[in-house]
């Protein structure tokens, strides 16, 4: 980047702790978790920005862009960076936007919306909202580290999926301002429907500088762990209970063996051989979950209320994108898949995958609420990798038999599955990026001469 460009962003921001260039630190603002797909390493390994900047609030935000814009730089927003599609890996250098510091909560209101900046972390807006007798609808695994402007930018649900869907459904996201990347950078209100122009388009549409979320009433919650002598047993259970509306539950996944060998500081709960299910529920139904699980015939082998995010262990930290985390610790070969299964066929394509693939695919399944309400059989099967033919055979092969795939190994937003055929993300970008700067690269059905306005010089 021209020192030039450099300097007057130095005096646009005006604190020259918030321009940062040193290149250690640049280099760590500029990657995310895409080394869990060994396809993205081979394409991200290297890519970086060249500045990052650290602004305080919306009105710096619309200088930077207004100067940004002016000399063509482009601009990657980051939240924690824990996103793992290289969603916030800066292509072409330029701008990194990391957004830690706009982090405020402004609000909780007494219908159970929070109002707050995109730099609040998940964990300190879910401890916000329970001091005040609310919780986070769905959350990732990620909770501690990741921020709320990341996760509606690049996630999609986690924990309390089960219960409330995806962070898409159900009005979750009340509304949302974005900031644009044109000549005067205006702030825009998204509301409703609305809001979906900018969810999970990884900021390439606009910057999120404001959120209103919907949270659920708090529940007092308990953790519980079971293990089955076969993963069918283990899943039938854990489908009843997922399925039916009786049990207020936050978190229903299910192992197979050995992917519970693979939690290092939890063996104790993880009898050899077993497929484990770990649960969220409401304590007030423990005792009853037990007593079914025993006489399905579970072995409980950890309970106990779950007194927030300091409890130990804190199950959700193996759950989700989590587990491939722990299995790639323990062999560097695993992968993983985003599948959602047909829960009328979903012990078949099952059976389907292991005659084809044997144990090169491991079941890891996440029961999740969908927009029609139905509770499915998602999951973030574990993958030995080989070769790219060979994972591209196993995605092929899924799709072939019905499981739904979101590609977790391309860094565009129509690649990964969750990008809408209505086109709205796409048309956002053509209304607030004519130019293409925002996170360039990641959308890849956008052209600028294609936009409304002037292409970059
Ligand atoms: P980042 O990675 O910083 O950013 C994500 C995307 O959003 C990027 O494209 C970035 O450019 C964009 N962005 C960031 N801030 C803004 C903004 N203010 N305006 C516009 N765009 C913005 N995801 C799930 O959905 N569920 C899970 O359970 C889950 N578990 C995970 C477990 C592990 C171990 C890991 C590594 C990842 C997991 N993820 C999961 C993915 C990731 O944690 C989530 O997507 C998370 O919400 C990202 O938040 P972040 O703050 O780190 O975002």
Known sequence: ?????????????????????????????????????????????????????????????????????????????????????????????????????????????????????????????????????????????????????????????????????????????????????????????????????????????????????????????????VGFGTFSAAFDFSEKIATDPVWDKRLVTVFEWPIPSFFTPILQYAPEGKTLIFFMIASSQLAGLEGAAREAGGVVTQSGVYPGLNARPLLSDYTWNHTTLWAMRTDKAYTYLQCGFNPDTARDQMRRLRERFGTEILFHMEFMKNGDGRVIPGAIPLVYYTTEERLNEMIDFCREIGVFVANPHVNNVEGGGRYRADNVQLLAKQRYDPKGLLNPGKMITFHAEAATGATRK
């Open 1 to 225: 980047m021209n020192p030039k460009h450099v300097s007057d962003l130095r005096a646009l921001v005006g604190d020259p702790s918030r321009v940062i260039v040193n290149p250690q630190i640049v280099e760590q603002l500029s990657r995310d978790f895409y080394w869990y797909s060994p396809v993205l390493r081979r394409q991200l390994d290297g890519k970086l920005g060249e500045v990052v900047l650290q602004p305080l609030d919306a009105i710096e935000i619309q200088k930077i862009l207004r100067y940004c814009y002016a000399n063509d730089l482009p601009v990657t927003a980051r939240g924690a960076g824990t996103g793992n599609y290289g969603q916030a890996v800066p292509l072409q250098g330029g701008v990194v936007l990391d957004l830690s510091r706009v982090d405020r909560i402004e609000s909780i209101t007494s219908e159970g919306v929070a109002v707050c900046q995109p730099g609040v972390r998940l964990g300190a807006l879910e401890s916000e909202a329970c001091r005040v007798g609310w919780e986070l609808r769905c959350y990732p695994s990620t909770i501690i580290k990741a921020s709320v402007g990341g996760f509606l930018g690049g996630g999609s649900g986690g924990i309390g999926s089960v219960k409330n869907g995806n962070l898409r459904d159900f009005q979750t996201v009340r509304a949302l301002e974005v900031v644009t990347m044109e000549p005067e950078p205006r702030v825009v209100l998204h509301e409703g429907e609305k809001v979906h122009d900018i969810l999970h388009a990884w900021g390439t549409n606009g910057i999120i500088t404001r959120i209103w979320l919907a949270l659920a009433p708090a529940v007092n919650w308990s953790q519980c762990v």
